[in-house]
C-alpha cells in the first residue's frame, strides 16, 4: 500500500481492478495537497472536491483518470514539463472534466496554471466561472464538447492546441469582470496556439448579456485557425487586437466581429497582418454602425481566395450587414491585399465621420472587382 504525505493531509491509495493499482482521490480534499508522480496514476470515481484557499499541485508525469469531475473551488497548479507531461483522462459524460467554482476573494485573483498538459473529456475539458484560467504548451483535444468553457473569465493561453472539439476550441462568454471591477474591464490573451478542425468555432468570445456596459479586450496574436466551422466569432463590446493569425479552410468565416446596439461603450478593433485564405467569408462586421466612439482598423492583411457562405454574408471578403453601411465608427482599412475571392460583395460605405480611410489596398482577380462604393453625407 502507497501513501500520499503532504503537510496536512494524509490519505491512502487502494486498489482498483484494472489491472493496475490506482491512487484514489477523496471526496474533499481540505488541506494544501501535492499529487506525486511515485503515487500516479490517480482516479477519481465519482467527485473530488478541492475547497476553498486550498491548493491542489500535480507533479510533472501525473496521470489522472477521471470517471467524475475535480472540482476547484481553491486553486490548481498542473505543471507539468517538456518531456513529462499531466494527463487528465476524463471519462465522465455528464460533466465537463475539470470544473472550476467560484471562490472566495483572495484567491479568486490568481491564475489556475494548466503547463504541459493533456485534457481529454467525454464532455467539455474545462469548464470556469470567474475564474482566471493560464494555459501554456498544452493540448485540450477530442472532447465531446468545448476544449475550454468560461463564463465570467479571463483565459491567457500561449504555444497550446484547442484543437479537434466536437464543440467550440475555447468558448468565453458572459466575460463580464466581476473579479477586475476596478478595472471594469477583462482582459484575455491567446497567442501561437492552434485551434483546428473544431466542429464549432475555433473561439467564440465575449458577452452574451447584452445589459452589461463592461469592455472586454481579448489580445489574439500569431496563432493557427484552420478548418473549423468558423474561426473565431467575438460579440458585445469589445476591444481587441487581431495580429499575425493564419485563418484557413474554415467553413463559414474566418472573423466575426459584431457589437450589439445595446453597447454604448466604444469598441477598438484592431485587424492586421494576418493571412485569410480559403474560408467561406473573410472577415464578418456587423453593428459597427451605431456608436460614434467606435475604431477599426483592417491593415496589411493578406486576403485570398475565400468565396460565398451561402448565409446571407455574401461576400468573399471583407463584408458588413448590413451591406450598405452607415458608417460613424472610424474606418482605417489601408495596405491590404485583396486577391483572388469569389463573389466579393459590393459595399457601399456611406459615411458622415472624417475617420474614414481607404487606400493603399491592392484589389485582383476578385469577382466583381469593383469592391467598394463610398459616399460621404
Known amino acids: 500500500m502507497k501513501t500520499i504525505f503532504t503537510k496536512t493531509l494524509l490519505f491512502c491509495i487502494i486498489s482498483i481492478h484494472f489491472g493496475y493499482s490506482q491512487t484514489v482521490l477523496p471526496n474533499i480534499i481540505s488541506a494544501h495537497t501535492t499529487l506525486l508522480k511515485a503515487n500516479s496514476p490517480y482516479y477519481i470515481q465519482t467527485s473530488t472536491l478541492v475547497s476553498d484557499n486550498i491548493i491542489l499541485t500535480i507533479e510533472a ?3 489522472i483518470n477521471m470517471d467524475g469531475v475535480l472540482n476547484i473551488r481553491g486553486k490548481i497548479l498542473a505543471n507539468g514539463s517538456s518531456s513529462d507531461s499531466i494527463y487528465f483522462n476524463c471519462n465522465n459524460i455528464n460533466g465537463p472534466g475539470i470544473r472550476l467554482i467560484k471562490g472566495t476573494a483572495d484567491i479568486i485573483e490568481t491564475y489556475m496554471e494548466f503547463n504541459f498538459c493533456r485534457i481529454k473529456s467525454k464532455n467539455v475539458g474545462i469548464y470556469g466561472l470567474d475564474r482566471r484560467v493560464k494555459i501554456k504548451n498544452s493540448k485540450i483535444e477530442f472532447c465531446l464538447g468545448d476544449g475550454v468553457f468560461l463564463e465570467k473569465g479571463e483565459i491567457v493561453a500561449d504555444s497550446s ?30 497567442e501561437n496556439s492552434m485551434l483546428k478542425k473544431n466542429d464549432l468555432s475555433g473561439l467564440i468570445f465575449g458577452p452574451i448579456n447584452t445589459s452589461s456596459y463592461y469592455i472586454t479586450k ?27 493569425n493564419k485563418f484557413i479552410s474554415n467553413s463559414n468565416y474566418g472573423i466575426g466581429l459584431n457589437t450589439y446596439y445595446s453597447y454604448p461603450i466604444s469598441s477598438n478593433s ?11 467569408g473573410a472577415i464578418f462586421l456587423q453593428n459597427f454602425s451605431t456608436y460614434s466612439g467606435n475604431k477599426l482598423i483592417i491593415n496589411k492583411n493578406i486576403i485570398y481566395k475565400n468565396s460565398s457562405n451561402g448565409r446571407g454574408i455574401d461576400g468573399g471578403n471583407i463584408t458588413f450587414e448590413p451591406h450598405i453601411l452607415n458608417l460613424n465608427s472610424s474606418l482605417n482599412l489601408t495596405g491590404n491585399t485583396i486577391i483572388g475571392n469569389d463573389i466579393f460583395n459590393l459595399m457601399q460605405i ?21 469592391s467598394f462604393d463610398m459616399s460621404f453625407f
Request: charged fraction near 15%; aromatic fraction near 8%.
Open 218 to 244: 481579448l489580445l489574439f496574436y500569431n496563432n493557427l485557425i484552420d478548418n473549423n466551422q468558423n474561426g473565431i466569432s467575438l460579440f458585445g463590446n469589445f476591444s481587441t487586437e487581431i495580429i499575425s
Open 161 to 190: 492546441s484547442f484543437s479537434y472539439n466536437q464543440g467550440n476550441g475555447i468558448k468565453v462568454t458572459d466575460t463580464n469582470p466581476i473579479i477586475r471591477l476596478e478595472y471594469q474591464a477583462s482582459l484575455s490573451k491567446i
Open 350 to 370: 456611406n459615411s458622415g465621420n472624417d475617420s474614414l480611410e481607404v487606400k493603399n489596398n491592392l484589389f485582383s482577380g476578385n469577382v466583381p472587382e469593383k
Open 270 to 280: 484592431e485587424v492586421s497582418k494576418n493571412i485569410i485564405a480559403l474560408n467561406k
Open 61 to 63: 508525469g501525473v496521470v
